[in-house]
């Protein structure tokens, strides 16, 4: 997850097969700004196989 300025503000690596990723709590510190988010499968040496496109998010307070 970066800001349009391509600043990382989150990276997380999730064993394949776990089938969801629950963001940290201060990620929600973050609400309000624009961010994009992308997908990228990386093989048993970290090397990237395939990535998806960048999507933008708006995280909003409940």
């Known amino acids: 997850m970066t800001q349009p300025t391509g600043e990382t503000v989150l990276a997380a ?9 629950a963001a940290p709590p201060w990620l ?8 994009r988010w992308r997908v990228v499968a990386l093989d ?15 995280l909003v307070r409940p």
Do not use: C, H, M, N
Not at 13 to 21: I, P, Q, R
Not at 28 to 35: F, H, I, K, Q, V
Not at 44 to 58: E, F, K, P
């Open 13 to 21: 690596v999730v064993k394949g097969g776990t089938g969801y990723y």
């Open 28 to 35: 929600a510190d973050r609400a309000g700004e624009p961010l």
């Open 44 to 58: 048993d040496g970290g090397r990237t196989l395939v990535a998806s496109d960048w999507r933008s998010l708006q």
